[in-house]
């Protein structure tokens, strides 16, 4: 089968890996029909962080189930399914707190595992991991890339949302106008949230932020961001959902908050790891979140986007087959899509 392979800096290529297989008896093999790249890949892209040439890469997918292992139970073949970015055992402490990403025996597609840019993969735990879709969705395109950032962005909108405690009325305030900052958007206005402020820089994700509901659009950068949310919210937002990662967001996120209210951080932190203390303390502002429990959040999310309720789908402005997938990555490493959809 072909698979999008990383061999360092800028060089995603596909190539032809063995055919996906059961290995353990809780496996699944599924045929790929949709994938996605994440803001996360474009890292190992551009050379950042500890990725090895030679891993797979992608952990955002849905598929047909082509065979199952001895041990499953829940899943026949032909049942189409969607696959959070991090697969997860069921059973140990954390998944049954409903913490999948910290799972004992869980991991993220890709990073080393079986990648989901590929024509078909080995789904680990297969029962714990991978959600049936109902029939209904066979045909409808539209709602299947509905579907799709439910695997990773969606997710880790929601998770900044719920983290920060977002309320119905409450003041939201988003740093990021990615994929993930734009479905944090979506899930502040889902948990009710009535005032929305984006911080962003890029004219085209702004416009699609005032389509999704933002109330309020700042392009300030730093202190002068800060001060402009703080004179909008005449005294800082309620909850503050930090969507980018770098020192400066988390800072903005903690300086902009209302005192009592909360922080919830989706970015992956980059930099020093300095927040600023002394204003959490004399403020009383939290900071919670981190790795978004996506296979907890996919059934309440699941359950929006088939009622027409949640429709993440316009993050999605690229679409490339598998053998395009290196232009789908340059497209958004050069800013030129949001996120791109790969069809294998
Ligand atoms: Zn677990």
Redesign the pocket.
């Known amino acids: 089968m072909r698979a999008a392979i990383f061999r360092g800096a800028f060089a995603i290529q596909v190539e032809q890996i063995p055919d996906a297989t059961i290995l353990a008896p809780t496996d699944a093999v599924v045929r790929i029909t949709h994938a996605s790249i994440c803001g996360t890949d474009l890292w190992p892209y551009r050379g950042q962080g500890t990725y090895q040439p030679g891993w797979q890469i992608g952990h955002e997918w849905m598929g047909m189930v082509e065979d199952i292992g001895s041990e499953v139970r829940t899943l026949k073949r032909g049942d189409r399914v969607i696959a959070p970015y991090d697969f ?5 402490e ?2 049954r707190k409903g913490l ?1 990403s910290a ?4 991991g993220l597609w890709g990073f080393g595992h079986e990648g989901g840019q590929a024509e078909a993969i080995r789904a680990r735990f297969a029962d714990a991991t991978l959600v049936a879709l109902p029939s209904a969705v066979e045909g409808d395109e539209a709602l299947l890339k509905a579907l799709l950032p439910l695997t990773d962005n969606m997710a880790a909108g929601h998770h900044a949302a719920v983290s920060a405690g977002v309320r119905p009325g409450g003041t939201v305030a988003v740093i990021g106008d990615g994929a993930v900052g734009l479905c944090a958007m979506l899930a502040a206005l889902r948990l009710g949230a009535e005032r929305l402020i984006v911080l962003g820089h890029q004219a085209q994700r702004l416009t699609l932020a005032r389509q999704f509901g933002a109330t309020d659009v700042v392009t300030s950068r730093g202190e002068q961001g800060v001060r402009q949310v703080i004179e909008l919210t005449e005294g800082g937002a309620d909850a503050v959902l930090e969507c980018v990662g770098t020192e400066e967001a988390i800072n903005m996120a903690v300086n902009m908050t209302r005192p009592g209210g909360t922080v919830g951080f989706v970015g992956v932190p980059q930099g020093s790891g300095q927040i600023p203390l002394e204003r959490m303390f004399s403020s009383n502002i939290g900071l919670r979140g981190g790795l978004a429990p996506a296979r907890a959040y996919l059934p309440e999310l699941l359950a929006d986007v088939l009622a027409g309720k949640l429709d993440p789908s316009p993050v999605l402005d690229m679409t490339v087959s598998l053998a395009e997938v290196a232009a789908g990555y340059a497209a958004m490493d050069q800013r030129q899509a949001i996120k791109v959809l790969v069809q294998p």
């Not at 997860?88 to 140990?92: L, P, W, Y």
């Open positions: 997860c055992d069921g059973t140990c954390f998944c999948d799972c004992l025996q869980g």
